[in-house]
Structures are given as C-alpha cells and as structure tokens.
C-alpha cells in the first residue's frame, strides 16, 4: 500500500500462507516466507515488488523464516532450525552460500541490519527470556542490548544506525519501545491496553509502522518516531500485520 494506507494491492495468490515481508534497500524485490497450511514448514521466497518472479530461495523440512536484506541488497539474513535450533543465517539474494552466524542451544531469531551492514540486531532466549542482541555481520561480538527478564522481540534499526525499535511487555503489556543502538536510553513510545508490536522505520527515519490490535482487530498503524501522531492505515475485518517500509 502508499505509506498514507491507500491503494492496497495483493502481490501474492496462492494456497500457501504468505508472511514476514522484507523490502529489498532499493525496493525492487520483496522477501518473504512462505507455507503450506497443511505442514506449517515455512520457506523463503523472494519476488519482484509487483509480485512477479515468485522464487523460492530455501529448500528444507524444517522452519526456514524472518528474512531480513542486507543495506546493500546483496545478502539475506533469516532464522533456520535446519540444524536442530532456530539460529541466525544469511545468505546471498540469490539463495546461494547459506552460512549459519550463530550457535547455541536457545532459540535466535527475527535478524535486522544495521544501515551501513557491519551489524546484525535479533533476538533470543539464550539467558531465560527474550532480549535482544546485537553481533557484527559475520556472526562474532554476539552481545544483549536488553536485560529486563520480560518478553523483548521485533527489533529493527534505524536508517542512520542511531537506533533501534523493538517491543516489549516490560511494562505489563506489549508496546513499541526504541533505544539507542548501544541499548542505553530505552524509551516506550506507544501505551495503551492492546497489543502493539512489529515496529518498521521509514526510509528517512520520521516515522515508524507497526501492528496493533487495539481496536479489537489487527490492523497496521504508523506513528511518528517519537510516538507522536498514532494513526491507523488499514481498516479490515480480517488481520493485517508484519509492516515493512
């Protein structure tokens, strides 16, 4: 849709669950994951922003999700549990050299590139709870950003590497929340008693789409990067979610 939540259109039509978009920097290719109903197993897919050129990307009998590109385009980062644990892995935009970044016996999941594509935010349950980490692109410096004991998930850099907005339920139910992108000034920009989650930055950085459910439906909304000037795009009976500028 136009980012004022007009012209709606659909890219993909199949009998498959189509999810987790993830604009390519130079918005001619879209990522995404894809399922059969019957197995629940998803892939990544990627296609041209119009829908056409439908190609998947991973083949396995295991839960392939998450893409995220690269700031260059060059590359994809997405979670696999191919090797017995969802871990972090990137790859090239073509599907080709998939490389596992991370190890470790807790799950890793929902990666973000940094702007300048040095580093890598996601989150994990490595110490008994959901925080978010950050590593450098080739999976060392593995390092949390966030120690709260409480569901921490969704994180998503700025376009100038300032920052980075995430939810969070710290506060007793799930909001957006943004922090500088060393994890110091950790600052909720939505309240209310719904669900908000999945925030996704605009390109220049003012604004920030996310989900929520807050009146009674799951609909995609946008705010201003300080929380300011909460406004709903979409308005259907069914739900819409996973946002991505």
């Known amino acids: 849709m136009d980012a004022d939540g007009s012209n709606q259109t ?3 039509s199949s009998d498959m669950r189509d999810t987790y978009p993830s604009l390519s920097p130079d918005g001619s290719k879209i990522a995404f994951q894809s399922a059969d109903d019957a197995t629940g197993i998803y892939e990544i897919y990627v296609m041209d922003a119009d829908g056409s050129n439908q190609t998947r990307l991973t ?3 295991v839960q392939d999700n998450d893409p995220s590109w690269s700031s260059n385009g060059s590359k994809i980062a997405f979670n696999s549990s191919r090797d017995g644990n969802h871990e972090i892995y990137v790859m090239d935009a073509d599907g080709s050299n998939q ?3 991370t190890s470790n016996s807790a799950i890793d999941v929902n990666p973000s590139w940094s702007q300048d594509g ?6 994990s349950h490595r110490d008994g709870n959901w925080e978010i980490y950050v590593m450098d692109s080739d999976g060392s410096n593995q ?15 700025s376009p100038d590497g300032s ?3 995430f939810n969070s339920d710290r ?3 799930r909001e957006i929340y943004v922090m500088d992108a ?4 950790q600052t909720r920009l939505t309240s209310n008693s719904a669900l908000d989650e999945v925030p996704s930055w605009s390109q220049g950085g003012s604004n920030i789409a996310f989900m929520s459910n807050r009146d009674g439906n799951w609909e995609i909304y946008v705010m201003d990067a300080d929380g300011s000037n909460q406004t709903k795009l979409t308005n259907h009976i069914a739900e819409d979610s996973w946002p991505d500028w």
């Open 10 to 12: 659909r890219l993909t």
């Open 59 to 61: 083949t396995n009998s």
């Open 99 to 101: 490389t596992r970044l």
């Open 118 to 123: 040095s580093k890598i935010t996601f989150t």
């Open 143 to 157: 390092t949390r950003l966030t120690n709260n004991g409480m569901w921490e998930n969704h994180p998503s850099w």
């Open 163 to 165: 920052k980075i907005a």
């Open 171 to 173: 506060d007793g139910n």
């Open 182 to 185: 060393d994890g110091s000034n």
